[in-house]
């Protein structure tokens, strides 16, 4: 599936195919996302500073904050829509927005952590427009940093030493094991001719919707919140993950390269099995089974790489006509409206909600 | 450094060079480490099972349940030094030897984690007699599998949902992270010619004292020890990972092959600066430095991979002379000694501290 990109500051505007039932929240969602950096990159780097060199050098690179030649750099350090949202958790439980800093950086080590490895198994040499760390700094620091990375997620709940602290570990963990599931669950569909579009969703809920889920709840959790309380905001999070993992699906195919930074058709050309591909596989009719014929024959094709713009254009549209890309915009507008609807079931600040709600419109209007 | 490796019911008599101020306490042991496999295999194997295909399969394999065909196997688990450490540190802190089996099982799927990670990142391909993962099964699955068994570990304990476990987790995290410096350490050292003898007992304290210092404490945290007790029974395992790492590397180089399951000169030919070679080189005088002249020349040499026995027993032999195998055997048995020492620092039932240094004896004695 596509990858978290994006700068800061960007505005938004509802452009997206996803975005017709959501109103616009530019600037709300500017000043979250900044507050959500603004409070968590310190102690991100902090924790990162802790790492014995060589691994230091090698995780600044990947957050962006050093060049490959270790000068600093003010790199692309993603949308940082995980630390927004484990505030906002945090004041959700009626608890200071600082109170979820932990959390918001456990949730940010993990994500980064699974980007290191995952990025290594799939091969993948570009991630936030620069080289990946494994082609930099070779297999074995991806490896170990991404280790590293993941042991200080563990860290820095856990040396807060309360039962809260306890508890958002425990979560944090089961997320962490949905989303190695649901990597694994992507490379076993490389090797397979057909995803059903169950096996897809469960493998998106997995892989993006777990952690995402986390980071709706880790910061109630730190707050004092209840299990149930947790669990609504988990269950906020995890339909926003897949509305997100929606739209990034069609953005993988149909964004714009000057936005996303990414290749004209960059799913297409990585052959990814992406919602709108395995819906328009499934929808049945001329266009799927001509997309179903065509894609038969390119997984066996030699030329694959040398394919024109125009051939790849010609499988999105396919794509379209079989239905596929509007199924995937209205799986966005649902998973998007379950999740508004799922926050009515806990009470929290009304200022809190509509934040919340904002964050869950930025998700689904963004164009990166 | 030398792997952990060996094989169940193992007797053992004291012929090892370490081993002239120990006693032999063959029965002892053997059932101590029969009853850590016996109480601890199960909850593994149940752990494991949890993994999403095929991620379960490939860790069964790891661990020898199961032969590369998925057929049942009666593979070789290793020592299980570690669990069995786990449990008598349970009863050190006054708590059945079953209160540490959670913590007996996080520190193995720990152990494992690393040595998934280790392999590739060393490209080792045997691991306890078998092609390692990373041959089997890929690259991939190798990194995804060790997370995941990393992952399993901390869920093993948080959901036991107590404050102890809270407390073992913070530890298992500390210790991880000790585990992965150390790697990064060896990985360096690898790209220099020389290393001191304190780099590489500080990152054999790191690689293998860490988590068996954790093992000998974490069992007496969850059954309920205060921080002093279970930091004395830390202090005692580091020291005792220390004599195991220097047994290990003496192992490496002069261990009878049919004992170790390893090349002769198994160390020297994969050129591994352990603690014998580089206290040779550090001592000074003719062998010395014929040894270190050998060893650059050695470097640089494309007839490497094709030396004879002749040629690594001209080295082993120089090593023996400039006193690198006297030293480290001295270190071995300094390092046994101070931690019984150590263990004098906390009161524990008798019969528990009679057990704590058959297994330290165990440790220095072994020849596998």
């Not at 900044?34 to 102690?43: D, F, K, N, Y």
């Not at 890309?325 to 998973?335: D, F, I, L, S």
């Amino acid at each position: 599936m596509s990858s978290t990109t994006g700068t800061r500051g960007e505005s938004v505007t509802p452009a997206n195919p996803a975005s017709d039932t959501v109103a616009d929240h530019t600037t709300d969602v500017t000043a979250l996302l900044e507050r959500g950096r603004a409070l968590s990159t310190p102690v991100l780097r902090a924790a990162v500073d802790r790492l014995a060199p060589p691994m230091d050098t090698v995780a600044a690179y990947h957050f962006g904050w050093i060049d490959a030649q270790g000068r600093p750099s003010d790199g692309d350090g993603g949308k940082a829509v995980r630390p927004a949202l484990a505030l906002l958790s945090a004041e959700a439980a009626g608890a200071a927005a600082e109170a979820g800093v932990p959390g918001a950086v456990a949730v940010e080590l993990v994500h980064n952590f699974s980007l290191l490895h995952d990025d290594l198994m799939d091969g993948d040499e570009q991630r936030r427009h620069r080289d990946t760390v494994w082609k930099v700094h070779g297999p074995a620091q991806a490896i170990l940093v991404g280790d590293a990375l993941f042991a200080l997620a563990n860290e820095v709940l856990l040396e807060l030493g309360t039962p809260e602290a306890g508890r958002a570990a425990r979560r944090l963990t089961s997320a962490t094991r949905k989303l190695i599931d649901g990597q694994a669950q992507d490379i076993s569909y490389e090797h397979r001719e057909r995803v059903t579009v169950e096996e897809c969703l469960e493998m998106e809920g997995n892989k993006t919707g777990a952690l995402l889920a986390c980071a709706c709840s880790i910061g109630a959790v730190l707050g004092g919140a209840d299990d149930r309380t947790a669990d609504v905001l988990e269950a906020y999070g995890h339909h926003l993950g897949l509305a997100f993992q929606a739209v990034d699906d069609l953005l993988g195919i149909w964004g714009d390269p000057e936005s996303t930074g990414k290749q004209t058709w960059s799913d297409l050309r990585q052959r990814k099995k992406s919602l709108p591909v395995v819906a328009a596989l499934a929808a049945g009719g001329p266009a799927s089974e001509r997309l179903g014929e065509l894609l038969s024959a390119d997984a066996k094709s030699s030329d694959f790489d040398s394919f024109s713009e125009e051939e790849f254009a010609a499988r999105a549209a396919l794509i379209e006509e079989a239905g596929g890309r509007e199924w995937t915009a209205q799986e966005a507008r649902r998973q998007h409206a379950v999740a508004i609807e799922v926050l009515h079931g806990v009470d929290m600040p009304e200022t809190v909600r509509a934040q919340l709600t904002a964050l869950a419109d930025f998700v689904v209007v963004r164009k990166r």
